[in-house]
């Protein structure tokens, strides 16, 4: 088998509001690119990483990466150029990688990812399910709105799960999903539209998203902290 991982990573970062894309932007003297790509090299169960990165930063993304962009690298990494919108970003790995037989899409922003829990989803995939995602419970009540603001519904919390990265799908059938053409706010939800089953394995908060500017000081003193 061969695993190639998607690394979205072409995202302006705007809810982050910093002065360089996302992805490039330091946390504990590393950009988060380079912690998730480190991270996923570190589960030692992927084989190549594919990077979309913003097509005028593909070279300063070559440079950051250093050694890891070697082809004698045990893990080779990639750089292609993203799109306006993170599917067209994931469409584009996707067309760099015509030999992966299972792919991950791992978010850039999910920087702190433990490798562990990479592992599980590529052990859960090599044991023949085809699409799985990392979930936890949400603890927040989550109500749905109308556009006044007035409440529509309110899901059964028990039920709901936060859905983070790596997903995990075999590969034709994450293929077959992207040539599908429809929408949806994750890989895993394309996957649904097409009418495939879905599993969610227990997700990890580590695998947290940065986001906004909290959860940029959250990345850097949890960071902080591993690293004493
Ligand atoms: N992403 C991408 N291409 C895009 C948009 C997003 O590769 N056109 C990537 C981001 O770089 C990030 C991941 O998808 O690693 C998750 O997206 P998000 O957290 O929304 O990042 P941004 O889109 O950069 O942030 P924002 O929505 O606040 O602008
Ligand atoms: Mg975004």
């Known amino acids: ?4 991982a998607l690394v979205p990573a072409a995202g302006r970062g705007v809810r982050l509001g910093e002065s360089m894309p ?11 690119l380079t912690l ?12 190549h990483i594919v990077i979309a990165a913003p097509a005028e930063l593909i070279g300063e993304a ?3 990466l ?7 690298c045990p893990v080779p990494v990639s750089v292609v150029p993203g799109g306006a919108e993170r599917t067209d970003s994931v469409r584009a790995g ?4 015509p030999r992966a037989t299972h792919f991950l899409v791992h978010d850039a922003a999910r920087a702190l990812t433990p490798p562990s829990l990479i592992a599980r989803v590529v052990a859960e995939l090599t044991s023949g399910c085809p699409a799985v995602v990392p979930g936890l419970p949400v603890t927040d009540t989550i109500k749905s709105v109308d556009s006044d603001g007035t409440v529509t519904g309110t899901p059964d919390r028990a039920v709901l799960r936060a859905i983070q990265t790596p997903q995990g799908f075999h590969a034709d059938l994450l293929r077959a999903a992207y040539a599908a053409g429809m929408r949806a706010t994750d890989d895993a939800g394309l996957v649904e539209a097409f009418g ?7 997700g990890d908060p580590m695998a947290f998203k940065i986001t906004t500017p909290l959860d940029l000081r959250l990345a850097r003193t949890l960071l902080a902290e591993r690293d004493t």
């Open 36 to 47: 998730a790509i480190d991270g996923l090299i570190a589960s030692g169960v992927v084989d």
């Open 196 to 202: 495939a089953q879905v599993r969610v394995i227990p």
């Open 1 to 4: 088998s061969r695993v190639v």
């Open 22 to 32: 996302k992805a490039f932007v330091p946390v504990g003297g590393c950009p988060m």
């Open 62 to 64: 070559r440079v950051l």
């Open 66 to 72: 250093g050694h890891r962009a070697d082809p004698a």
């Open 94 to 97: 996707i067309a760099a990688a």
